[in-house]
Nanobody, 118 residues
Framework: QLQLVESGGGSVQPGGSLRLSCAAS????????ITWIRQVPGTEREAVSC???????NYADSVKGRFAISRDIAKNTVFLQMNSVKPEDTGLYFC???WGCGYDYRSWGQGTQVTVSS
């Protein structure tokens, strides 16, 4: 069974950078699409970025040009590089696996908190 563990969250000032990691175990994750999802209390979850099994990527308009998703298949890890962060990027970031971007999620991590404030 695929298990996901996020790390890399923390506090950062506006304009700064963070890199989140999503480490997979249990099965090889390269056949899955991995999505980073942001949850802010009182709001709906937002799919921030997704990378498919073939390496194609997509981004929410709110992060396009600032965030970059990538993966290291040898390490079974997906990354989310967050640059030029804004206070509205604050939230609990999860990674989730599915058969494709936009498909029902089959596995979730526990989340990592990102706080952007001065």
């Amino acid at each position: 069974q695929l298990q996901l563990v996020e790390s890399g969250g923390g506090s950062v000032q506006p304009g700064g950078s963070l890199r989140l990691s999503c480490a997979a175990s249990g099965v090889t994750f390269s056949s899955y699409a991995i999505t980073w999802i942001r949850q802010v209390p009182g709001t709906e979850r937002e799919a921030v970025s997704c990378i498919t099994s073939s390496g194609s990527t997509n981004y929410a308009d709110s992060v396009k040009g600032r965030f970059a998703i990538s993966r290291d298949i040898a390490k079974n890890t997906v990354f989310l590089q967050m640059n030029s962060v804004k206070p509205e990027d604050t939230g609990l970031y999860f990674c989730a696996a599915a058969w494709g971007c936009g498909y029902d999620y089959r596995s979730w991590g526990q989340g990592t908190q990102v706080t952007v404030s001065s």
